[in-house]
């Protein structure tokens, strides 16, 4: 039996799996990475990708890939219900429910940098592939966690080549769980799940491929609705050609996916397309059931949870994904600042104490979406205030306007000013993602969310000199990924509104977090900037 070592053990291939892979090696931190299938899956499984997750691309300077696995959904901006049939409906004249609607599009172009728009998931896995190769980490697929133990000075883990039937022993400092709804590392280290196994009734998701491209040219929709009096189920369009998924419930108590095989199943697909004679190939089957369930911890000692393996968020929303990104994003930096030295254990302490809560109220959003069906697709302003009256969250609040009151956070606020406008939580608070304004760095436009790169990040106001001194000071002495910027001076500020958006003044400073979250914020200038600076990084990063 072979054996080896490795600073992180990724065990799970999947969008967060490879997401968390990309996000270590940006601080310089290898990782192995182990998925139980061949490849990675064909499988869609989610479409919607919100902008957080977007921005989660671009600063691991893979936006222009992102854009380019896009392309073939590009048109796929809308939800439409149609019977009979597909085919029978007038596609052109259908009533369409934007996705995202119009106004949340328009904020989002307000306060992010990076493109809007659905893009299979199959895609975003197989350029992660392609990036974490291109960043020489190892992803080795067939190949199936047995069992793991764990002690003070790491991890050990016995994996299995289920094509050769060779094992081997991994020894890693940290193993990261993110291996899907049926963890087998969350089996292992014994943590229990909190909420509903059953949501909704089971259904079959069956892949297929047939030509439609003529019947939706120009009339392009991200997922239809279909009725045809013997079929029911949602149509999604994988790339407005010939990959398309349809999803239909099924009676799991007498049935089973045995009871729709490929040709059962291609007789489905025909009925909802509507064309009795079209060429169609079932190029896969699952069976799954809808649940909303979050992990107790996202900490078992060196074992860390990210992903579906931590929580199971309806596809209401579309939140899922991007949520799990978010882990990866957020554990990325912690987990490779304790490994390189610059952190303390302790620091990892923080990724539950932030990500936990968001995970459940992403969850509970995404329950109160499906329970409220309706008003989830109803944009009126009436159905806002019907929203607000049950605490439905605007996506933008649910995606990325929410904040973290614990954690590596100094001075947040205990409650969210807004389920409503995601601009007025977006304000600089500390716990917070960095507002969004275009600036100027050498001559350069860029986004505020581009100057803290793979480090912290003080920004100052124009005259915020003590801040800007204190911070190279310390990056000096302590070899921290520490920048500094004045924002007016160093970086030009051309519509004069950072102050105003950061909740500063020309004196005062943020501290950005590598993942673009505010972790400290002084209004105006200090006595003492330097001692006041080092003691709170020192506190926030556990290196007292």
Known sequence: MTEEHVPVLIVGGGTVGLSTSVALARHGVRSLVVERRATTSIHPRATGVQPPAREFFRAMGLEEAMREASTDLQPSMSKVNVEPSLAEADLASVRRYPTPPDEVLAVTKRISPTDIGPCSQDQIDRMLVAAAAERGIAVRFSTQLESLTQDESGVTATLLDTETGERSTVHADYLVGADGAGSRVRREIGLTMSGLDKLGEPMINMMFKADLSDLVRGHEFAFAEVRTGEVEGILLTINNRDRWVFHFTYDAE??????????????????????????????????????????????VGRVLMAGDAAHTIPPVGAFGMSTGIGDAYNLGWKLAMVINGQAGDGLLDAYQDERLPIAQFTCEQAKLRFRFMELHWDNSPEAAEEKAKIKIADPLVTGFGFQYTAGAVVGARSVLPSLEDVELNLDGSPGTRLPHLWVERKGEKTSTLDLAGAGFAILAGEDGDAWHAAAEKIAEETGLPLTAYRVGKDVRDPDGTFTAATGITAKGALLVRPDNFIAWRERGEHEDAYQHLSALISGLLDRN
Do not use: F, H, T
Not at 277 to 285: G, K, M, S, T
């Open 254 to 299: 007498n049935e089973s996916l045995d009871d729709y095989p490929p040709e059962r199943c291609a007789e489905i697909a025909r009925k909802a397309i509507g064309v009795p004679d079209i060429e169609v190939e079932i190029l896969a089957r699952l069976a799954w059931q809808m649940s909303a369930r979050v992990v107790d911890q996202l900490r």
